[in-house]
């Protein structure tokens, strides 16, 4: 399987995937905000748009499928129960649910709810490399915003799902916050070198060709994934002095959410 991350230059700095078999050029469109690119695209590499998947029914995931859909006679695949929030699902998927690339791969469906409360993303993988393409639940170097969703589903979501994966899986969100995020995890952790370095790094990125993280590196600048982290956990304990002095992840993690939401 092929996995394209297209960068749009639109305002809120989505990225959309296309995933395509090479031995039939079969495509699914994942999230594909921009019809236009999304078309385009298809028709320079010679890809069939086969199906359309939407990770969540926040519009800036869902705004391109009709046009995509009218263009390409493709299906759409969407999470259980997400009528009256995305409309003409043709196919609902649920946890555990597969997903399959023309004859090249496949994909598991995970539910991972809490940036809104009916959310999916897809595990798969290729030559042995695992991919996790994740929509608006965990982004490089932060996570998803819960202003319509729950943090403590996030929290949830976070510990019993994405904690489970290996640390060699790729990360492929709906957005590049990358910069924003890395700088949030120095404000919560400022004796984070790798954190700072990768900062730097990333000052001239070409987002054409963004820099694809990993778990395991996102386990090392991502102050969501670093709870236990001394310095974070007394840097929450300074920003509210009313909790005990014991911290447990649960509650560092919302508070870290906190945060985030007026930094």
Same mark, same amino acid.
Request: glycine share 8%.
């Given at each position: 399987m *092929?996995?394209?991350?297209?960068?749009?230059?639109?305002?809120?700095? &989505?990225?959309?995937y296309?995933?395509?078999c090479?031995?039939?050029?079969?495509?699914? !469109?994942? #999230?594909?905000?921009?019809?236009?690119?999304?078309?385009?695209?298809?028709?320079?590499?010679?890809w069939?748009?086969k199906?359309?998947? $939407?990770?969540?029914?926040?519009?800036?995931?869902?705004?391109?499928?009709?046009?995509?859909?009218?263009?390409?006679? !493709?299906?759409?695949?969407?999470?259980?129960?997400?009528?009256?929030?995305?409309?003409?699902?043709?196919?609902?998927?649920?946890?555990?649910?597969?997903?399959?690339?023309?004859?090249?791969?496949?994909?598991?469906?995970?539910?991972?709810?809490?940036?809104? +409360?009916?959310?999916?993303?897809?595990?798969?993988?290729?030559?042995?490399?695992?991919?996790?393409?994740?929509?608006?639940?965990?982004?490089? !170097?932060?996570?998803?915003?819960?202003?319509?969703? #729950? +943090?403590?589903?996030?929290?949830?979501?976070?510990?019993?799902?994405?904690?489970?994966?290996?640390?060699?899986?790729?990360?492929?969100?709906?957005?590049?916050?990358? @910069?924003? &995020?890395?700088?949030?995890?120095? @404000?919560?952790?400022?004796? $984070?070198?790798? !954190?700072?370095?990768?900062?730097?790094?990333?000052?001239?990125?070409?987002?054409? &060709?963004?820099?694809?993280?990993?778990l395991?590196?996102?386990?090392?600048? &991502?102050?969501f994934?670093? *709870?236990?982290?001394?310095?974070?956990?007394?840097?929450?304990k300074?920003?509210f002095?009313?909790?005990?002095?014991?911290?447990?992840?649960?509650?560092?993690?919302?508070?870290?959410?906190?945060?985030?939401?007026?930094?």
């Amino acid at each position: 399987m *092929l996995i394209k991350q297209v960068w749009t230059n639109n305002g809120g700095r &989505n990225f959309f995937y296309m995933v395509t078999c090479p031995k039939t050029a079969e495509t699914l !469109a994942i #999230d594909p905000i921009d019809a236009e690119m999304c078309l385009e695209i298809a028709k320079n590499h010679g890809w069939n748009i086969k199906h359309v998947l $939407n990770t969540h029914e926040h519009g800036d995931h869902i705004g391109g499928n009709d046009k995509v859909i009218k263009e390409t006679g !493709a299906k759409l695949l969407g999470p259980a129960k997400a009528e009256g929030r995305i409309s003409g699902i043709d196919e609902e998927l649920y946890d555990g649910s597969i997903v399959k690339i023309g004859t090249s791969g496949e994909f598991k469906v995970l539910e991972t709810p809490g940036h809104t +409360p009916i959310h999916i993303s897809l595990y798969g993988q290729t030559d042995n490399t695992p991919h996790f393409l994740c929509g608006d639940t965990l982004f490089n !170097a932060g996570v998803g915003h819960c202003r319509s969703g #729950d +943090p403590n589903v996030l929290y949830n979501t976070f510990n019993n799902i994405i904690s489970d994966l290996p640390d060699e899986t790729k990360i492929y969100p709906g957005h590049e916050y990358m @910069d924003n &995020n890395l700088a949030f995890t120095l @404000d919560r952790e400022p004796d $984070n070198p790798l !954190a700072a370095d990768l900062l730097k790094e990333l000052k001239n990125q070409d987002l054409d &060709n963004a820099r694809i993280t990993t778990l395991g590196l996102e386990r090392q600048i &991502n102050t969501f994934l670093r *709870l236990e982290q001394t310095t974070i956990q007394e840097g929450i304990k300074k920003e509210f002095p009313d909790l005990p002095n014991e911290l447990d992840k649960k509650t560092v993690f919302l508070k870290l959410r906190e945060l985030r939401n007026n930094w």
